[in-house]
């Protein structure tokens, strides 16, 4: 056989269970032409039905015989170096993913299907769709339906590597007819909605700003941070500093000096809200070597983006969670701003960290990982606690105003005095005080829709979604009953619909909270920033920048509002019911909670005004909620260590789920229990191992399907790694499961 003659490929239609390279003939025509890095089409398996592949290797021998051949090149050259290669390999070991499910991740999406002609911008507004089911499921139903309804599965395809992306766009890049695509949404296995669209900056034309300058306090962390930048080795630091400490100055001065020596930056942000605001603010010191990478991106914008980066047009990348992917070759640094926002991690296969990737390329390039926050993850804080990451600190607000003082109320007693709102009478009187003064106000709700439920005084009928294991939200706007798992939705009726009686309304959201305030207080405008006014107004910008120009007095708004705004305006801030995210059975929920409080009231105070924050709750002894008041992070991290230390969880353990689904649910719970025999005998000799479950997920049921997990605490090493990965491969292979899903997960973050 002559010299490189065989290609393995990781072909996209091998699920888990098979998933390996696997042998082809490069033919004659091709020979100069393959490479690694490269994407090709292959026949696969016996109806050798046409699969995309990514190569891996190439070879001069092959154990296997009657190989078939390569059919075409879907690239004039690699689309992946070496180095990515490599990473997507480490992904596959990790993260119990197929290598092609690693590279779909790595590479931008849409590449994987041709299209001719010229893409188009589209209008600002655009239908959007996604998903309505698991991406595996999604994938396996794509791979069931592929004879009958190619064009279902090429979309069903593109959306588990896009994840949501254009109505329009999704059509134009598989040759899908609108039929196909309406036969997805009836089936309810894809949603549709409007969402809008974020267009790449205009060139930037402008002058270019001044590098900030530090206070003392900034140019402490810049200078020990600066140090390690310039280190030849590997490193990782820590920048913990209080709501509008001025991190981003810190920030901008690092990336100054990375491009300076001749290397390039990736930024990371948790929310795609905070992207536009980020790009305007180091465009101003960077112009056009800024490049933007999230999925709300058109698939032809991220694209072009991508192959700017990776022709070297430019040096500074910013985005969400994927960007960490930039295919920058000399990288120097990657800053990961909020980093222990839950946003960073993937629930869809590759079930990635942002903080993980960004650590393994910054090991293979002698780079400088920088986390950055007000309230850091507990694992990262202990990591610079044991001497992992370098820390550095800043307690003062860089324009030496107060941090905000903050008061905590009893909602308890406001019960008892006869105030059934969801408003206290000392937020009232701190809302009309700044409506007298021309300030404005933000309120915190961590739930959109006007209440939780509907339910019937006499009876108690609830009114629940027939698909999910939920009870449904009522809207006001449209007075429907909407499950925000699966989308379902139905009309809200008058009267109960089992007796007749009074139906009652029952705990409250941003749009109760926002009617309230309207009749309090009917001459002042009130925004609303949740999931459904963004979709309407086009755009988080448009809203903020309203709230902003138009000096709006009061904003009521979802998690969307409680990082990243800074409107020196803003002088008072309400958490309207703190309590929410307490108490949710996670071992995570007092660290977000702590989190989403401090970082609300940061909002405040942040220009020349003394800011103010109200924080309601019906437990106001509680130590999570009194030290956010505080602000006292260490304190709260002190107490979080030592609970999680009784727990045996991260940072002291780690925990690997394995979930199942599947649509019987005496079927899933069969599989879970047998996964627990499994390991359980593969791992009796492990002293370090606990084993928990099975056990329902908190929604139990999702879209018609039953969903069970098993906990398994342990360090994962690669013994762990290589006893789950075969219990995987075992639950896809029996026949006992049909119709069952299982994947794993490391250190999940629900």
């Given at each position: 056989?002559?010299?490189?003659?065989?290609?393995?490929?990781?072909?996209?239609?091998?699920?888990?269970?098979i998933?390996k390279?696997?042998?082809?003939?490069?033919?004659e025509?091709?020979?100069?032409?393959?490479?690694p890095?490269?994407?090709?089409t292959?026949?696969?398996?016996?109806?050798?039905?046409?699969?995309?592949?990514?190569?891996?290797?190439?070879?001069?021998?092959?154990?296997?015989?009657?190989?078939?051949?390569?059919?075409?090149?879907?690239?004039?050259?690699?689309?992946l170096?070496?180095?990515?290669?490599?990473l997507?390999?480490?992904?596959?070991?990790?993260?119990?993913?197929?290598?092609?499910d690693?590279?779909?991740?790595?590479?931008?999406a849409?590449?994987?299907?041709?299209?001719?002609?010229?893409?188009?911008?589209?209008?600002?507004?655009?239908?959007?769709?996604?998903?309505?089911?698991?991406?595996?499921?999604?994938?396996?139903?794509?791979?069931?339906?592929?004879?009958?309804?190619?064009?279902?599965a090429?979309?069903?395809?593109?959306?588990?590597s896009?994840?949501?992306?254009?109505?329009?766009?999704?059509?134009?890049f598989?040759?899908?007819?609108?039929?196909?695509?309406?036969?997805?949404?009836n089936?309810?296995?894809?949603?549709?909605?409007?969402?809008?669209?974020?267009?790449?900056?205009?060139?930037w034309?402008?002058?270019?700003?001044?590098?900030?300058?530090l206070?003392?306090?900034?140019?402490?962390?810049?200078?020990?941070?600066?140090?390690?930048?310039?280190?030849?080795?590997p490193?990782?630091?820590?920048?913990?500093?209080?709501?509008?400490?001025?991190?981003t100055?810190?920030?901008?001065?690092?990336?100054?000096?990375?491009i300076?020596?001749?290397?390039?930056?990736?930024l990371?942000?948790?929310?795609?809200?905070?992207?536009?605001?980020?790009?305007?603010?180091?465009?101003?010191?960077?112009?056009?070597?800024?490049?933007i990478?999230?999925?709300?991106?058109?698939v032809?914008?991220?694209?072009?983006?991508?192959?700017?980066?990776?022709?070297g047009?430019?040096?500074?990348?910013?985005?969400?969670?994927?960007?960490?992917?930039?295919?920058?070759?000399n990288?120097?640094?990657?800053i990961?701003d909020?980093?222990?926002?839950?946003?960073?991690?993937?629930?869809n296969?590759?079930?990635?960290?942002?903080?993980?990737?960004?650590?393994?390329?910054?090991?293979?390039?002698?780079?400088?990982?920088?986390?950055?926050?007000?309230?850091?993850?507990?694992?990262s804080?202990?990591?610079?606690?044991i001497?992992?990451?370098?820390?550095?600190?800043?307690?003062?607000?860089?324009?030496?105003m107060?941090l905000?003082?903050?008061?905590?109320?009893?909602?308890?007693?406001?019960?008892?005095?006869?105030?059934?709102s969801?408003?206290?009478?000392?937020?009232?009187?701190?809302?009309?005080?700044?409506i007298?003064?021309?300030?404005?106000?933000?309120?915190?709700?961590?739930?959109?829709?006007?209440?939780?439920?509907?339910?019937?005084?006499?009876?108690?009928y609830?009114?629940?979604?027939p698909?999910c294991?939920?009870?449904?939200?009522?809207?006001?706007?449209?007075?429907r009953?909407?499950?925000?798992?699966?989308?379902?939705?139905r009309?809200?009726?008058?009267?109960?619909?089992?007796?007749?009686?009074?139906?009652?309304?029952?705990?409250?959201?941003?749009?109760?909270?926002?009617?309230?305030?309207?009749q309090?207080?009917?001459?002042?405008q009130?925004?609303?920033?949740?999931?459904?006014?963004?979709?309407?107004?086009?755009?988080?910008?448009?809203?903020?920048?309203?709230?902003?120009?138009?000096?709006?007095?009061?904003?009521?708004?979802?998690?969307?509002?409680?990082?990243?705004?800074?409107?020196?305006?803003?002088?008072?801030?309400?958490?309207?019911?703190?309590?929410?995210?307490?108490?949710?059975?996670?071992?995570?929920?007092?660290?977000?909670?702590?989190?989403?409080?401090?970082?609300?009231?940061?909002?405040?105070?942040?220009?020349?005004?003394?800011?103010?924050?109200?924080?309601?709750?019906?437990?106001p002894?509680?130590?999570?909620?009194?030290?956010?008041a505080?602000q006292?992070?260490?304190?709260?991290?002190?107490?979080?260590?030592?609970?999680?230390?009784?727990?045996?969880?991260?940072?002291?353990?780690?925990?690997?789920?394995?979930?199942?689904?599947?649509?019987?649910?005496?079927?899933?719970?069969?599989?879970?229990?047998d996964?627990?025999?499994?390991?359980?005998?593969?791992?009796?000799?492990?002293?370090?191992?606990?084993?928990l479950?099975?056990?329902?997920?908190?929604?139990?049921?999702?879209?018609?399907?039953?969903?069970?997990?098993?906990?398994?605490?342990?360090?994962?090493d690669?013994?762990?790694?290589?006893?789950?990965?075969?219990?995987?491969?075992?639950?896809?292979?029996?026949?006992?499961?049909?119709?069952?899903?299982?994947?794993?997960?490391?250190?999940?973050?629900?």
């Open positions: 056989m002559s010299e490189k003659r065989i290609a393995k490929i990781a072909v996209a239609a091998a699920n888990y269970s998933d390279p696997y042998d082809y003939l490069i033919p025509s091709m020979a100069e032409v393959v490479a890095g490269m994407r090709v292959v026949p696969f398996s016996r109806g050798n039905r046409r699969s995309e592949g990514i190569v891996l290797a190439l070879s001069d021998n092959s154990e296997y015989e009657n190989l078939k051949p390569i059919e075409s090149c879907l690239d004039k050259e690699p689309m170096t070496p180095s990515q290669l490599k997507a390999l480490w992904m596959h070991d990790r993260l119990f993913c197929t290598v092609y690693a590279v779909r991740t790595i590479l931008p849409g590449c994987w299907f041709k299209a001719d002609g010229a893409r188009q911008v589209n209008d600002k507004m655009r239908e959007m769709i996604s998903l309505a089911i698991d991406a595996e499921e999604a994938f396996d139903t794509a791979q069931n339906i592929r004879r009958k309804a190619p064009m279902q090429a979309l069903l395809e593109l959306l588990c896009t994840g949501r992306v254009s109505a329009r766009e999704a059509m134009h598989t040759g899908a007819s609108r039929q196909s695509l309406n036969a997805l949404i089936a309810q296995l894809v949603v549709a909605d409007k969402e809008e669209v974020f267009r790449r900056p205009e060139v034309t402008g002058k270019l700003k001044a590098l900030p300058e206070n003392r306090e900034q140019e402490s962390a810049y200078s020990g941070i600066k140090k390690l930048l310039d280190e030849p080795r490193e990782a630091a820590l920048l913990c500093g209080v709501t509008g400490s001025g991190k100055s810190v920030y901008i001065r690092l990336i100054d000096d990375t300076k020596s001749g290397k390039c930056a990736i990371l942000v948790p929310e795609i809200a905070l992207t536009p605001q980020m790009i305007h603010t180091f465009s101003e010191y960077f112009g056009n070597d800024v490049a990478l999230h999925s709300s991106l058109a032809g914008e991220r694209y072009d983006e991508w192959k700017r980066i990776k022709t047009g430019a040096k500074l990348a910013i985005g969400t969670r994927s960007a960490v992917f930039a295919p920058f070759e990288l120097g640094l990657i990961i909020e980093e222990q926002e839950d946003s960073y991690k993937s629930e296969s590759p079930r990635y960290h942002a903080r993980d990737v960004a650590k393994y390329r910054c090991t293979k390039t002698n780079s400088l990982l920088l986390l950055g926050s007000a309230t850091p993850d507990i694992e804080r202990y990591a610079a606690e001497g992992k990451y370098k820390f550095f600190q800043m307690h003062e607000r860089y324009n030496a107060q905000p003082s903050v008061e905590i109320v009893d909602m308890k007693s406001e019960l008892k005095s006869g105030n059934g969801e408003l206290s009478s000392r937020l009232k009187a701190e809302l009309e005080e700044n007298e003064r021309g300030e404005q106000s933000i309120l915190f709700i961590n739930r959109r829709g006007a209440n939780k439920l509907i339910c019937c005084g006499d009876c108690g609830v009114y629940k979604c698909n294991s939920v009870s449904l939200t009522y809207h006001s706007v449209n007075k009953l909407i499950c925000h798992y699966c989308g379902y939705t009309r809200a009726d008058s009267h109960c619909p089992d007796c007749g009686g009074m139906l009652t309304f029952v705990g409250a959201g941003t749009q109760l909270i926002e009617e309230e305030l309207k309090l207080y009917p001459d002042t009130v925004l609303r920033m949740d999931t459904d006014t963004v979709k309407a107004a086009g755009s988080h910008d448009v809203l903020l920048n309203k709230f902003k120009n138009e000096k709006i007095p009061i904003m009521v708004g979802t998690q969307m509002v409680t990082k990243g705004l800074n409107f020196e305006n803003v002088t008072l801030i309400g958490v309207v019911s703190a309590d929410q995210s307490l108490y949710c059975g996670d071992y995570r929920s007092g660290e977000r909670t702590f989190s989403l409080i401090t970082q609300v009231i940061g909002r405040s105070g942040r220009g020349s005004k003394p800011g103010r924050a109200i924080i309601q709750t019906f437990t002894q509680n130590e999570i909620i009194r030290l956010a505080q006292d992070y260490e304190s709260f991290f002190k107490t979080e260590l030592s609970l999680r230390r009784l727990q045996d969880t991260p940072p002291f353990a780690d925990i690997i789920a394995i979930t199942a689904s599947g649509t019987v649910e005496s079927t899933v719970i069969k599989c879970c229990t996964i627990c025999t499994v390991v359980k005998a593969s791992l009796r000799d492990r002293s370090d191992v606990r084993i479950g099975p056990a329902p997920l908190a929604v139990v049921r999702v879209n018609n399907r039953y969903r069970y997990r098993v906990n398994i605490c342990c360090t994962a690669r013994q762990i790694r290589e006893m789950i990965s075969s219990v995987l491969i075992r639950c896809a292979r029996s026949g006992k499961y049909r119709g069952v899903s299982v994947f794993a997960d490391n250190n999940p973050s629900d």
